[in-house]
């Protein structure tokens, strides 16, 4: 039930007000004035958040554009970095001098671009599928390069792709040239390779660290690894990732 003493009272109340600011509408405008104050006073925290937000979520936005943009700089520049580093190591045989005593042009191997459609993580074996094989030219053994270090070796052909296995994986093998001399290696499903002695030697390695370990094709020479040192015992350490962007088969002649 209503009480309508107090409806009289609130009535009374309102009449008042009214009237006041009827009769002096200045206390009318200071009112509303104070309110329009009190709003905005009340309104500034919310319109301060909400501009952070906004700021925020902007600068997250662009700062992600530009970590997507440095990458395929990133990518792009290893990618000149490796086209440089093929093209001085054809540079450095002086085709020049070459041709003076031999007659004829620096051999270039011949080579192709490949894509990898397999396992590019590595995980099964090492080993990884590309997009090209025998109409393409690829035979058994073709090296798979990335500028001028080895990324493996072609195991098996078929006609339009082929299979690869990589210095890591343990079914890898190789004659290396260090410092003139030549010895065998083998993969160990891990970062380096391993040197194979042959039975009954008593040849001791005299190598020292970060010697290069070169594989020679032609005149050229490709890069397999550097000399590394575990438990006191030589061993061939390759990169830890490889970069699988930008391969290239050598071809036989």
């Given at each position: 039930?209503?009480?309508?003493?107090?409806?009289?009272?609130?009535?009374?109340?309102?009449?008042?007000?009214?009237?006041?600011?009827?009769?002096?509408p200045?206390?009318s405008?200071?009112?509303?004035?104070?309110?329009?104050?009190?709003?905005?006073?009340?309104?500034?925290?919310?319109?301060?958040?909400?501009?952070n937000?906004?700021?925020?979520?902007?600068?997250?936005?662009?700062?992600?554009?530009?970590?997507?943009?440095?990458?395929?700089?990133?990518?792009?520049?290893?990618f000149l970095?490796?086209?440089?580093?093929?093209?001085r190591?054809?540079?450095?045989?002086?085709n020049?001098?070459?041709?003076?005593?031999h007659?004829?042009?620096?051999p270039?191997?011949?080579?192709?671009?490949?894509?990898?459609?397999?396992?590019?993580n590595?995980?099964?074996?090492?080993?990884?599928?590309?997009?090209?094989?025998?109409?393409?030219?690829?035979?058994?053994?073709?090296?798979?390069?990335?500028?001028n270090?080895?990324?493996?070796?072609?195991?098996?052909?078929?006609?339009?792709s082929?299979?690869?296995?990589?210095?890591?994986?343990?079914?890898?093998?190789?004659?290396?040239?260090?410092?003139?001399?030549?010895?065998?290696?083998?993969?160990?499903?891990?970062?380096?390779?391993?040197?194979?002695?042959?039975?009954?030697?008593?040849?001791?390695y005299?190598?020292?660290?970060?010697?290069?370990?070169?594989?020679?094709?032609?005149?050229?020479n490709?890069?397999?690894?550097?000399?590394?040192?575990?438990?006191?015992?030589?061993?061939?350490?390759?990169?830890?990732?490889?970069?699988?962007?930008?391969?290239?088969?050598?071809?036989?002649?």
């Amino acid at each position: 039930m209503i009480n309508n003493k107090k409806v009289f009272i609130l009535y009374i109340i309102c009449f008042f007000l009214f009237v006041s600011f009827f009769l002096f509408p200045k206390y009318s405008d200071d009112t509303r004035l104070f309110s329009f104050y009190l709003k905005e006073k009340i309104q500034d925290p919310f319109f301060y958040i909400n501009n952070n937000i906004i700021n925020f979520t902007h600068t997250f936005k662009e700062k992600k554009d530009l970590i997507k943009r440095n990458e395929d700089l990133i990518k792009q520049n290893e990618f000149l970095r490796n086209v440089n580093s093929y093209l001085r190591l054809l540079s450095s045989k002086y085709n020049d001098q070459y041709k003076v005593f031999h007659n004829t042009n620096t051999p270039i191997p011949k080579s192709i671009g490949v894509k990898i459609i397999g396992d590019s993580n590595l995980t099964f074996n090492k080993s990884f599928i590309i997009n090209k094989g025998s109409k393409d030219g690829i035979e058994i053994s073709n090296y798979v390069i990335n500028g001028n270090e080895i990324i493996g070796r072609v195991k098996s052909v078929y006609s339009q792709s082929a299979d690869v296995v990589t210095v890591k994986s343990l079914d890898y093998g190789e004659e290396v040239v260090i410092d003139g001399k030549s010895y065998i290696v083998t993969g160990t499903n891990n970062d380096y390779l391993s040197f194979l002695r042959k039975k009954n030697s008593s040849k001791e390695y005299t190598f020292s660290k970060d010697q290069i370990a070169f594989v020679k094709i032609n005149s050229l020479n490709l890069i397999l690894g550097k000399i590394d040192f575990k438990e006191d015992q030589p061993i061939i350490y390759t990169k830890y990732n490889f970069n699988l962007d930008n391969l290239r088969v050598v071809l036989n002649d």
